[in-house]
Nanobody, 121 residues
Framework: QVQLVESGGGLVQPGGSLRLSCAAS????????MGWYRQAPGKQRELVAT???????NYADSVKGRFTISRDNAKNTVYLQMNSLKPEDTAVYYC???????????????WGQGTQVTVSS
């Protein structure tokens, strides 16, 4: 089984910064895409940023230029550096990963439990 554990959320003032981390553990042979999603109250979960095993990144338009996704493949960890935070960034942030756990060429999708980010003065 695979677990994704997020950390780094909290309360921050507008214009501030936070860094989220998500570590994958368990029986892991390799991890393909990793990403961050968020869900605000009353809204659907939405993509924030993704990163491939090779380091190619993709961002939602709303966070481009403010957020940076990165990963440490040796540690099976993905990060999200969030700068210039706005109140509309307030949400529960979820980590997501495509993980290969067996010799079969198959990647299963996993989610973390989420971490709350609140941007407020």
């Amino acid at each position: 089984q695979v677990q994704l554990v997020e950390s780094g959320g909290g309360l921050v003032q507008p214009g501030g910064s936070l860094r989220l981390s998500c570590a994958a553990s368990g029986t892991i042979l390799s991890i393909n895409n990793m990403g961050w999603y968020r869900q605000a109250p009353g809204k659907q979960r939405e993509l924030v940023a993704t990163i491939t095993s090779g380091g190619n990144t993709n961002y939602a338009d709303s966070v481009k230029g403010r957020f940076t996704i990165s990963r440490d493949n040796a540690k099976n960890t993905v990060y999200l550096q969030m700068n210039s935070l706005k109140p509309e960034d307030t949400a529960v942030y979820y980590c997501n990963a495509d993980v290969r756990t067996t010799a079969w060429l198959r990647w299963d999708n996993y989610w973390g439990q989420g971490t709350q980010v609140t941007v407020s003065s």
